[in-house]
């Protein structure tokens, strides 16, 4: 193979020998074989089917150094960005774990938390068969540059029947100095037979000049009856990109209530990944977002209905202003033989200039008979009978306009059923938006 | 000096001409009727005056409390103390109803330079209004005018006009669509904003609001213009004879 041009191989050549956890051989053995995944495939272009609508080129020319644990940022305090609620936090600083910032405190019996990083160095071999359980290295070139650096992150796991009344607040600080950065965050959370925990995670940009990127992969696992509340607010700074991957599998009967607030950054994707492998589990996967200036949000969700009698839904509400782009692909697939299944997806977009863009792909791919699905796509502009309404009751179009642009995400917003986070980020709405509706 | 005056108005929507030398001047303290066939241009000329987009005024003039009504934004119209009562009130999912009407009368407030309520004061003085229209609490928290019935709707326009106390109130056929029950709550809270420096225009195509609104002159507008004036025995007259003289089957 000829020379690599990749601006996460490039930079500084990759070397495994020098990561953490390097004394783990299966480790090792995993992140070369993942790079050699990552070289094959190559970062993402538009021809793929898959990335047709978000584009990385802008990344390539980009001279990215790899946070590492040496590249120490020392802040005092955590910025108020931050949403400050009571949890237990854990502090990623360009996916590295900081002790300083985190506040773990307590935690109920049955609870780990903390760093991926020191779990796996603490029991290697309990890891082996956890991580990358649900990613396939050879489908997703970001997946596999994400195994190749695979160190550090958010691990959680909570034994079967325990119930966590505090949620946990994994905040994920975004700092660029002098250099542009790239980091690979991976976060293992499981959750045991009948557990429940609530978790809030917040992505805020700190400085905003030079460019980030940072591709984060989440594998979650849910047993029997587990219930996750998984609330992701998204305030990256200008010249920050973002990949996540999250990948679900939800046993019989388990819930799983996501919501993802995108407000800022540069070029953005999420990607659920969900695989319903029992019975009568209910899958949300929601969100908002608000793309202005240049920002480009992306949505990409594919749910497997494996089972029969299961549930998920996808309803997702974007603003497009200025130059904004915004993406959304989300593919039901049932399996054949999984009848009862109820997959409901809606995107609704309001674009507020001629100039941004969307991109809406609902998709079915039904092969059971009896089935309960629906999809549905509409965008337009703002309504101007409300708007003329509400200027008719003496609110300038200025404000008025600000005031409907936050109600149609509002009204997204509310389909999160953890009542506190719901009032945050509803709260965090009227932060980015300058009115309080 | 009159509180209205609308002197030979003429409108067009989409470069068709559906005002066509409109008189009318509404002193404080009188109410006046507008009725006439459909399609006769009632709504339209509610909505000129109030500033909806779209419409555009060809000649004429109008003045409002001595001001030039055409010099003003809608939301300075509504600031200056003109409401529009809607035929369809719009529903505004997103919005609560009392963060619409806390933000319609700071909105008021600041424009004549008064301190802006802060939460509880405003709750407090929704709720009085509320209560004397007999509207339930949780109308207040639900999004504005979704789901309510059609009575709900006109309830929560009167609630809005209580609340901004306009010194002219249009109101476009606030009597549509309701039952006897709302219809009275209607006009008694319309009733209730009488004084001797207010005045009411009231759009209707029928004669029965006017039995609890009682006015001081009725008028026919028909293919854009005013042409006939009268007393309330007009409305009573027009009950018996329908429009079909002023060229209109309805
Ligand atoms: N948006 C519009 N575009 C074109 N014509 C319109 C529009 N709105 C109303 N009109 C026309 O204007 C005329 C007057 O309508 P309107 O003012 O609603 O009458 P009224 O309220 O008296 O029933 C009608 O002929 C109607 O078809
Ligand atoms: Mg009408």
Redesign the pocket.
């Known amino acids: 193979m000829s020379e690599v041009i990749d601006p996460f191989l490039r930079g500084f050549g990759y070397s495994p020998v020098d990561l953490p956890l390097a004394q783990v051989e299966w480790m090792t053995n995993r992140r070369i074989e993942a790079k050699n995944a990552y070289e094959r495939l190559g970062l993402p272009t538009n021809r793929l089917e898959d990335w047709k609508f978000t584009n990385l080129k802008k990344l390539r020319n980009v001279d990215f150094s790899l946070a590492t644990k040496d590249f120490s940022i020392s802040m005092a305090a955590l910025p108020k960005a931050v949403p400050n609620i009571d949890a237990h936090r854990i502090v990623f600083v360009n996916g590295i774990f900081d002790a300083e910032l985190s506040a773990i405190g307590e935690l109920p019996n049955g609870v780990k938390l903390g760093s991926l990083a020191e779990a796996i160095e603490a029991d290697p071999d309990s890891f082996e068969n956890v991580l990358n359980a649900s990613v396939d290295i050879d489908a997703s070139a970001l997946a596999a540059l994400n195994t190749a650096y695979l160190a550090d992150g958010l691990y959680l796991e909570l034994d079967r029947a325990v119930m966590m009344e505090k949620p946990i607040h994994l905040v994920s600080l975004t700092y660029t100095g002098d250099e542009a950065v790239s980091f690979h965050p991976r976060h293992s959370i499981r959750l045991g037979d009948g557990a429940a925990a609530t978790i809030l995670e917040s992505h805020v940009g700190v400085s905003g000049e030079m460019q980030s990127f940072g591709n984060a992969v989440s594998e979650i696992q849910l047993g029997r009856d587990a219930n996750l509340g998984h609330y992701i607010l998204q305030k990256e700074a200008d010249h920050s990109s973002a990949y996540g991957l999250t990948t679900i599998k939800a046993d019989k009967g388990s819930v799983y209530d996501g919501f993802t607030l995108n407000l800022g950054g540069e070029i953005i994707r999420n990607e659920t990944l969900c695989d319903i492998d029992g019975e009568h589990a209910d899958i949300r996967i929601n969100g908002a977002y608000h793309a202005d200036v240049k920002r480009h949000h992306d949505t990409t969700i594919r749910v497997n209905h494996n089972v029969p009698n299961s549930k998920s839904l996808a309803v997702f509400k974007g603003v497009l202003g200025d130059q904004g782009r915004g993406v959304f692909q989300a593919k039901t697939y049932v399996e054949r033989g999984a009848d009862g299944t109820d997959g409901q997806q809606l995107h609704k977009a309001l674009l507020l200039s001629d100039k941004a863009e969307i991109n809406a792909k609902p998709e079915l791919e039904i092969y059971a008979d009896d089935v309960k699905c629906a999809h549905g796509s509409t965008s337009g502009a703002l309504d101007q009978m409300q708007l003329f309404y509400l200027e008719s009751r003496g609110i300038d179009e200025e404000r008025a306009r600000a005031l409907l642009v936050q109600a149609f995400l509002h009204e997204a917003v509310d389909h999160i059923r953890h009542s506190e986070i719901c009032e945050l980020f509803h709260a965090e709405l009227e932060d980015k938006l300058g009115e309080s509706a | 000096m009159s509180l209205l005056e609308i002197k030979d108005l003429h409108a067009t ?2 470069g ?1 001409e ?1 005002l066509k030398g409109v008189n009318l001047t509404i002193r404080p303290g009188e109410v006046h009727a507008i009725m ?10 509610s ?1 000129v005056l109030s500033g909806r987009e ?1 419409y555009e005024v060809t000649g004429g003039s109008v003045t409002f409390d001595g001001k030039d009504l055409f010099e003003l934004e809608a939301n300075e119209r509504a600031c200056e103390g003109l409401f529009l009562a809607f ?1 369809y009130p719009v529903e505004i999912p997103g919005i609560t109803n009392t963060t619409f009407l806390k933000h319609a009368l700071n909105a008021k407030r600041k424009y004549h330079g008064e301190a802006e309520l802060d939460g509880l004061e405003f709750v407090k003085l929704m709720r009085s209004k509320s209560k004397e229209l007999g509207m339930p609490d949780d109308m207040l928290k639900r999004p504005v005018n979704v789901g309510f019935s059609g009575g709900e709707k006109k309830r929560n326009e009167t609630l809005q006009m209580a609340l901004l106390e306009p010194k002219l109130a249009l109101l ?2 606030t009597d549509s669509g309701l039952d006897i029950d709302a219809l009275r709550v209607v006009a008694e809270g319309v009733n209730r904003l009488r004084s001797p420096e207010r005045g009411v225009l009231c ?1 209707t ?1 029928y004669q029965r609001l006017l039995d609890y609104l009682v006015p001081d002159f009725v008028h026919v ?1 028909a293919e854009g213009k005013i042409v006939k004036s009268g007393d309330k025995n007009l409305a009573l007259e027009l009950e018996k004879t329908g429009y079909a003289e002023f060229g209109s089957a309805a």
């Open positions: 929507i989409h068709k559906i006439g066939p459909n399609g006769a241009g009632k709504s339209t000329l909505y779209g035929q476009d056929e759009i195509h507008l």
